[in-house]
């Protein structure tokens, strides 16, 4: 891969991550909203009682939230792979008709 590909494939990759080119899956990933952890101090046992399943269900979300970056993360990264092979062949093609006129 040349330097130039490999700044082509940066810059590609940046901009996904920018949300210039976010996929649709990345579109549809929901960060779960954080339980309220009541103050210490002023809760009473019923309050306090509650919250460690709401933490489990608030982990269970942020993992699938995650698991759901993750793979647009991958699928961004494909993408931009994709593109930039497409980029490659174009540039090898192109050296490959004008050599045949240069002949």
Known sequence: MTALNKTILSGLI??????????????SC??????VIPEGATANGAQLSKVP??????????????????????????EAEALLQKWQQTE???AAQIEVVVE
């Open 14 to 27: 940046a901009a996904a991550f920018a949300g210039s080119t976010l996929t649709a899956h990345a579109a």
């Open 53 to 78: 399943d709401k933490l489990d269900a608030y982990i269970a979300a942020m993992n699938v939230y995650l698991a759901c970056l993750e793979q647009s993360d991958s699928q961004a990264r494909a």
């Open 92 to 94: 090898q093609d192109h």
């Open 30 to 35: 929901v960060k779960p909203a954080q339980p």
